[in-house]
């Protein structure tokens, strides 16, 4: 345990990218993957895992090429001083609109599950002031919390994923194989964005303490949100079919408002079936407020970089309010995730190797 310095063992560097994966995507990929593959939707997490792979071993060799920098150092060592700097104030806009849109989604859920009454801008202002408590500390204290919520999210998950399987209709995923390939196509690489969280790696693979370990903690983490989005898709099929699938934003949440525990005496059991999502955004958007604002830090070369916190929430905050309603902000997370979510997952990291590799910048790569 690592209480007083900026380092997280890879135990903890597992479960917080584990928990930062299982963020509102999942709650809408049910639906995506309904319009795209109809049936058949439960395979496109599969071919996304081939997808997911490839992000992991360019975003792992990168970092293992400059083992220890930041980010803001090796990407001025490449490209040079201006634009390092321009590449770093890209990434943190962009994490910026998308933990926002997170956000945004995610007030949307807890107003319509739990606070109908509670305007939008006050559950938003009270998720970033709890996450500014959380980010302060440093990412060791990230890094304990993920430790502790781990279970209170994925054993409820489990318990209510078996329950669902035994009275599932298996019936509603025939026929099979039904897809055209260019929808399969399409579709793996949209539900391969779900896997965004990895970009963090590129800030926080440095506070790591075995670095040689983190590209076998991003296939743990991959590997197991896989497995938990086919389950989730096939049991959201089964469940409430997947024409309501495909007509509901929230799909799963309608399938946690249509099951009934044995024995259950509360009129909305679904609000305690949600709970585990809401401990998950949560260390989402943590780790984008974190992020964003230890790169700004970094940037300007603050002795204390958690004095930039403060500074960026205001940001995330103008971005969450900023769609003018629920299907405009489903929207723009959509969009936004499919069109930008490649760049720091794929684009800019290759760009990266292979600008060092051309300028022999950077360690020779080591890690097997």
């Known amino acids: 345990m690592y209480t007083h310095n900026s380092r997280i063992s890879m135990r903890q560097f597992k479960i917080l990218l584990l928990l930062q994966m299982f963020n509102m995507s999942i709650l809408v990929l049910p639906n995506t993957c309904a319009k795209i593959a109809s049936r058949d939707g439960y395979w496109l997490p599969v071919f996304s895992l081939i997808i997911g792979v490839v992000y992991i071993y360019v975003i792992t060799s990168l970092i293992d090429r400059f083992r220890g920098q930041s980010f803001v150092d090796y990407t001025q060592a490449i490209l040079t001083k201006p634009f390092g700097i321009a590449l770093t104030i890209f990434f943190a806009i962009k994490i910026v609109i998308s933990t926002g849109l997170e956000l945004r989604l995610f007030t949307e859920m807890i107003n319509l599950a739990l606070l109908p009454n509670t305007p939008l801008e006050v559950i938003a202002l009270l998720m970033l002031f709890v996450c500014y408590y959380l980010v302060k500390s440093g990412i060791e204290a990230q ?103 495909e007509r509901e934003i929230w799909p799963v949440l309608a399938l946690m408002q249509s099951i009934q525990l044995p024995g259950s005496f509360l009129e909305n059991q679904e609000i305690l079936m949600m709970a585990w999502w809401i401990m998950s955004v949560f260390m989402y958007i943590s780790g984008g407020v974190y992020v964003s604002s230890l790169l700004i830090g970094n940037l300007f070369k603050f002795k204390r970089t958690n004095v930039t916190v403060i500074p960026i929430i205001p940001f995330i905050f103008l971005v969450a309010i900023f769609p003018d309603g629920l299907v405009y902000a489903y929207d723009y997370f959509v969009g936004f995730q499919v069109k930008m979510g490649i760049w720091f997952l794929f684009i800019i990291p290759l760009a990266l190797i292979l600008i060092a590799k051309l300028r022999k910048v950077g360690a020779h790569e080591t890690q097997p």
């Open 143 to 245: 890094g304990r919390m993920a430790e502790i919520l781990v279970y209170f999210v994925f054993v409820p998950v489990i318990l209510v994923m078996c329950f669902i399987m035994y009275k599932a209709d298996y019936e509603q995923l025939l026929p099979m194989f039904q897809w055209e390939i260019q929808d399969a196509i399409k579709g793996s690489f949209m539900t391969s964005v779900t896997y965004m969280p990895l970009e963090f790696v590129l800030v926080i693979g440095a506070f790591a303490n075995r670095p040689q370990k983190i590209r076998k903690c991003c296939f743990f983490a991959v590997g197991v949100i896989t497995i938990l989005e086919i389950l989730i898709i096939i049991l959201t099929f089964t469940g409430i079919g997947t024409i309501e699938t």
